[in-house]
């Protein structure tokens, strides 16, 4: 061996052998009280062991005696047998489990039968009975598997420990994931080219002298480490999974260690052949849903007592029903909720129809449309509706007189690989039910699985239920929209027969008068064009044409006092103003022409009526007043501006709410000063529309 790399070799496992002995002297000394904790006492004798190890991996390092190699290998097998031993005690039972063993027994096992075996090869070369070739070989072969599954057990404890004592853990698992990685990548390329690489091994014990620091302060956070552990399903489902593909992985590098062995000058060729077909193979078989499936329900059935773990199947199944985008997709998410219970690939919803006469496919996944519907009093759904029972298909077929004088339909017969209806049960009413296909692997629907299932159709039932309560609440809205629509609607229609009624009682007398006629063409063009706008605004929705312009005023006022002229009213009009103000201009004018004909309703005949016009600060302001009868401080305040709220009786009381509205969308106000007996006088006051007339550039200059 060079000298550099026998120096290096020396600080490297020099630095080991000194770490381990201060972690061992403080776990003694400052540490926890070791002689009552069975932790501890192991820690402590993984720390001595290591000790020993790295001090064995020192002398080689020196002599190159192959009995220090021996011991060297002896030690760190000694080593990983107390590593395993300290997490298997990390890992045992505390309290109450719901697992038969709380530990898969086939892992403490496997754990032992390395332990012991790796001894026995020690003591086989040292006896003599292996040739040292051989020796090497099995070394290498043995040093990975150790590796592979203390990655495992170091997994397994990180997944089952509760979340109050991760943080103890912590350092200990990253310390051993970094140590027993290392060995991975150091054995596998010894296999992979039948040699122990001296640079990667040099570089073990610094490895081991920088992950030390680690288990010492994992040691410092739990003096009497983890005593919340549990096991869970899904631990227990990665753990197994990783250790299978790890031997696989294992068996795969064996056979590709012998064909390259074997197979002369094909032989590299033969073995990364065999390689990328092992990963090709293990890749399809962990993406394969049929492999998850098998190892879930095998994992259920033999380690646990019960199959399913159920806080993580609610929160699964939970946060599946939250996670659509709208409520047509929510169907489609009940059925895989259901269906990822029982490994189900595919299934369909039955929905009751508005009417609850009959129930129709509402969604499906991976399965055919299906047009039949079901009646509400079949005997399908009688029997759902009585028992609440999942129907077993499968179980029905054999033995019927399970299920009493229950007939599945025709349909239903016809349905490919319908295997569980699960009803959707909400009180004493049934929304609907799902039908489920076979399921990836061979499951026992016995009582967990149905208790389970009835238990999330309920949940699901709820969540339809409020589904449809939420459509059906839109579209009382839109109902109530369109109402709302018409009744404005109404209320301009109104106004317009108002108007041609009154042309018509005058056209007896006015007939032959020409301008009469003229004016009659124009009232009768107006209301046509009128009535066309309404009828746009009730079918489509749609707010009047035109965008938010300047509207003149004082022009609408006196049209408006035109108008009531030619009805036979007097309107005093005072304009002090010509204001310009925002707002669609034939809506501002029905709104004040509203005011002006309340006004005039409210006052005797003769009575004064009048509306002006002026500039308050940066508001037009329009007062529309009278002298009528009044209204109480009550009325204005409760029932004035409330929709189908009148004094008259013909009237529909749509107006003022109307046009309060209007005049708050244009950043307006209405204000009523009234009392019976003394008249009303109403003040609009409207954002002023500026128009400016000189340049920016000229107010600088001007400045």
Known sequence: METTSVALTTWSFGLA?????????????????????????????????????????LFYAFSGQALALVATSLTDVAKYGGWYVFLVTLLAPTGNSNAKPF???????????????????QFSVALGLISPEDWLRALIFHGLAEA???????????????????????????????????????FSDAMMFSRIDGDTLTVRGFVHAMTIPLLMLATERARDWTSKIRLSQKAVFHSATLLLAGLYLLFTAGVGYYVRYFGGEWGRIFQLALIFAGLLVLSVLLVSGSMRARMKVLVGKHFFRYRYDYREEWLRFTQTLTEQNSPQTLGQQVIRGLANMVESPAGA???????????????????PE??????????LCRFLLVSGWVVNLEEYRCYPARYSDLDIPAWLSDLPNAWLIVPLMAGNEMQGFVILASSRTPISVNWEVNDLLRAAGCQAASYLARMQATEALLEVRKFDAFNKMSAFVVHDLKNIVTQLSLMLKNAE???????????????????????????????????????????????????????????????????RDRLIARGHEERLERVLGHLVQNAIDASPPGGRVWASLE??????????????????QEFIRDRLFRPFQSTKDAGMGIGAYESAQYVRELGGDMQVDSAPGRGTRITVTLPLFIIRTESDLHEQEAA
């Open 615 to 632: 500039r308050r600060n940066d508001k037009a302001a329009i007062e529309v007043g009278d002298n009528g009868h009044g209204m109480t």
């Open 103 to 121: 530990l898969p027994a086939w892992l403490p096992a496997i754990c032992w039968i390395l332990v012991i075996s790796g001894l026995g090869l």
């Open 148 to 186: 592979v599954i203390g990655l495992v057990l170091v997994e397994q404890l990180f997944r089952t420990v509760s979340e109050d004592s991760l943080w103890n853990v912590k350092p200990l698992c990253l310390a051993l994931l970094f140590q027993f990685a290392f060995d991975v990548y150091l």
């Open 17 to 57: 052998a000194f770490g381990y002995l201060v972690l061992w002297i403080y776990l003694i000394s400052f540490g926890a009280n070791w002689r009552s904790g069975v932790r501890t006492r192991r820690m402590v004798f993984v720390a001595i062991i290591s000790t020993l190890w790295a001090s064995a991996s």
């Open 509 to 575: 007398r006015h007939r032959d008068n020409p301008e009469f006629q003229q004016d009659m063409l124009m009232t009768v063009d107006h209301a046509v064009e009128r009535m066309r706008q309404l009828m746009m605004q009730l079918r489509e929705g749609a707010t009047p044409p035109g965008g938010i312009c300047g509207v003149n005023l004082a022009d609408v006022i006196q049209r408006i006092q035109k108008d009531k002229m030619k009805q036979g009213r007097l309107i005093e009009v005072q304009v």
């Open 370 to 379: 299906c047009t039949s519907e079901e009646a509400h009093d079949s005997s």
């Open 349 to 367: 919803l039955w929905l009751r129809e508005a009417d609850h006469m009959t129930y129709r496919q509402n969604a499906r996944w991976n399965l």
